[in-house]
């Protein structure tokens, strides 16, 4: 498998690469589109055919490179359902499977940080990735507050979904603040204070008790996302 | 073996974490000072005993967390001989071996970017890793016009040594600035734009012609690493 994590600094966000090395087809996971030309050179220069383009959820920081990839290599997008999004290819529902040559990504519906929001799970010879969106971060979890987003669906995503994957499960994230790369279920377990809380209720009061600042792009990034980053 | 990349903003420094999941003795490659309270609870979270903190080069751009490091968990510091460190525990040279646990590294001298700069070298299963430190970056090379900096000594390190692993030898190098975290040396070669010159004399012209301006922090970082970060 062909594999790279890229990272957009302004938006600190992770965009990840995924190839086959043998049908030499590819896949993008939350690209970035001011990235769209670097992206567009690391395809060429590892001899990759880009069929599909990833979004987690409808992202409110960044805007997504998905329309311009289509545009450019005749990629699908796919975003999830409940996005009701007009103009991606192909609407993600909880339990797709993504093929990517050989490679195969189930999709699985992970809502709380939006209404939206799925993560992405591979296993490759026996170590089993997961792109967990904005819903498990590295020692954090994904804001709840807008969006469609509710605490109490992140709190089941987490517990009943993400962490009952293996505990040497790679977890990488959609963002990073502290310029960590990658964990593990396990280590969230044990260490991610957000899942520390004794049930679905403390987890509720924790994350209804942040108020968080709104992301300074969301105005901007919300409806142009919904637009396939093409508006 | 338990692996981490960790980014360092102010200076688009990239440290690795290298641990023994047997032994659960682990080393960091190119820490960096101002991280250290993150890597001391990194530490801790993933139960590992640091034995060793290895610097790839005197940098220029940010300050070591070498001395810090050892002062809290008495790992020993290592540094290229021809730093002439007063200070560090152990003084490098070309082949020497690193173990950590089951994990064996190699130290290559590879001059060039400074007269003191190393690249470390471990196979874990079928895979080679290289953290060629600022000699090989990802499409580009390090600056060679200070610190016994050597256009003619980089072109040899690149050609007859870090180009000679496999094509498959992932490249972790100590910097990034556009957010790519890991190469090979197979697409390195291929389009690494300065490595697609004729020979060693059309790569002094091309080095020596860059006319950078000096690193921000080079006066305080350099006299401060070469007291291990603890001046």
Known sequence: MIFRQLFERESSTYTYLIGCEETREAIFIDAVKSELDNYLKLLTELDLKLICVLDTHTHA?????????????????????????????????????????????????????????????????????????????????????????????????????????PDDTWVYPAHDYKGWTRSTIGEEKMHNPRLQVADEGAYVSLMNSLKLPSPALMDIAVPANKACGNS
């Open 61 to 165: 920081d960044h805007i997504t490179a998905a329309g311009a990839l289509r545009t450019v290599t005749g990629a699908l997008t796919l975003l999830g359902e409940q996005a009701n999004s007009f103009c991606v290819s192909k609407a993600l529902h909880d339990g797709d499977e993504i093929k990517v040559g050989h490679i195969l990504i189930n999709a699985l519906h992970t809502p709380g940080h939006t209404s939206d929001s799925y993560s992405f799970i591979l296993k490759e010879q026996n170590q089993t990735y997961a792109f967990t969106g904005d819903t498990l971060l590295i020692r954090g979890t994904g804001r709840t507050d807008f969006q469609n987003g509710s605490a109490a669906q992140q709190y089941r995503s987490l517990m009943q979904k993400l962490l009952t994957l």
